[in-house]
């Protein structure tokens, strides 16, 4: 058997299949607040954080004592780094910490999609705060700024002059940029005609799968809102260029084996690459790509990942699928739609992690905190926008001041 190890936060989806997998002996890594995903008997190791390379080191180090690690399975963002750093620690085969690094940190994944002549916008390292009006005066506001390593559109501004830029210093949203431990990026913020994402399958350095889906809101001002994104119909004049997107930002990156998720803008001025990262995309697209395209991209990560051909041959169910986030707020739920009433609606074909009255959901909402996912399906792209209007004009949330412990 191949002893297996999963370094993870907050992915859920590979648990089962990587817990019931003959051929591997699995051992988590995660935090302590997220045992309670795995089963008792699954071997465990607690850190205080994944991100922190010392502790990743520290705790493997002592792993290998009694037991040989044979792969690495990263299924969530912040997994990558310490993934790729424990491959190139010990030899092992996939992604190493270098490529790793380029496909999380996005001022490296910038440089290197630029030196490949790839579309980016224009970008700058920031080493601190108080770099930011000059950089931005250079780059031409308004500006995007954010941490070069995070996800779910957390501790990310956009600023739209100097102004701006003095009201978030003397707000609380400074503290996440301010306290954070990685350099940041700022970016040239730009008009977006649509945002899309590209998620694919890559074996042996080749792109063996890749569906392309757009987001029916940009991360970005989609919080409060019902936001997710839909698959492309296969005559969609937007398939083509995204695709290709996708495949050159791989071979610029170097990944050899992975899944991976890709977000691109379309402006007046044509396509740009926003990022590109190594796993699964979240907020249901796995699930939508499945039921669009009849691939498992968590599996073929799995595949992937402990040296096995990925099952990735396509299939078309011929219509578009849509994953639907319902949107959150903080607070105690106290009354949310029933899955039941939601299942119900037209073009409905799944629910999934609807949240419960009682649910405290956290004030520090980002693009990946939601109330559930809703999975549907539209003849044609012109029904996507009434699809998703019925699911709005069903669905409630009601939630009360939660009160402190």
Same mark, same amino acid.
């Given at each position: ?227 997710? *994104?839909?698959?492309?119909? $296969?005559?969609?004049?937007? /398939?083509?260029?995204? +695709? &290709?997107?996708?495949?050159? @930002?791989?071979? !610029? ?112 909402? *980002?693009?990946?905190?939601? $109330?559930?996912?809703?999975? /549907?399906?539209?003849? +044609? &792209?012109?029904?996507?926008? @009434?699809?998703? !209007? ?16």
């Amino acid at each position: 058997m191949l002893h297996t190890l999963l370094i993870n936060t907050v992915s859920t989806e590979p648990i089962e299949s990587l817990e019931t997998d003959p051929e591997i002996r699995l051992t988590v890594l995660t935090h302590p607040e997220y045992a309670r995903h795995y089963r008792p008997e699954t071997p465990m190791v607690l850190v205080d954080d994944v991100t922190d390379l010392r502790q990743v080191r520290d705790a493997v180090v002592e792993l290998i004592r009694t037991t040989p690690i044979d792969h690495v399975v990263a299924p969530s963002e912040r997994g990558l780094q310490p993934a790729g750093y424990v491959r190139s620690l010990l030899g092992l085969p996939g992604t190493g910490y270098d490529t790793a690094n380029r496909f999380s940190n996005k001022y490296a994944m910038k440089r290197a999609l630029a030196a490949a002549g790839l579309p980016v916008a224009p970008f700058a390292a920031l080493g601190s705060l108080v770099d930011l009006p000059r950089r931005a005066t250079e780059l031409g506001w308004p500006v995007v700024v954010k941490p070069v390593i995070g996800a779910a559109s957390r501790d990310t501004h956009v600023l739209a002059d100097r102004a701006a830029f003095t009201e978030l210093l003397s707000s609380p949203h400074a503290a996440g940029l301010r306290d954070c431990r990685y350099p940041l990026i700022l970016e040239r913020f730009v008009d977006v005609e649509a945002e899309f994402h590209c998620d694919g399958v890559v074996s042996d350095g080749t792109v063996r799968f890749a569906s392309v889906s757009r987001y029916v809101l940009p991360p970005l001002v989609r919080r409060g809102r019902i936001a997710g *994104s839909y698959t492309l119909p $296969a005559d969609s004049p937007d /398939l083509a260029p995204v +695709t &290709e997107l996708h495949r050159a @930002a791989v071979a !610029a990156l170097g990944l050899r084996d992975g899944v991976t998720h890709l977000e691109v803008l379309r402006t007046g001025d044509g396509f740009l690459i926003g990022e590109i990262s190594a796993r699964p995309g979240a907020g249901g697209i796995g699930e939508m790509v499945r039921l669009r395209h009849g691939v498992d991209l968590w599996q073929a990560l799995i595949d992937v990942s402990v040296g096995r051909e990925p099952a990735c041959v396509p299939t078309d169910s011929g219509d578009v699928v849509i994953a639907c986030m319902l949107p959150a707020r903080a607070g105690r739920v106290e009354y949310v739609t029933p899955a039941t009433e939601l299942t119900a609606l037209p073009g409905v074909v799944g629910v999934r992690r609807l949240v419960e009255p009682g649910t405290v959901v956290s004030d520090e909402i *980002s693009s990946g905190i939601n $109330a559930g996912v809703v999975f /549907l399906r539209a003849p +044609t &792209e012109a029904a996507v926008p @009434a699809t998703i !209007a019925a699911l709005e004009r069903a669905f409630t949330l009601t939630v009360s001041p939660a009160k402190a412990a």
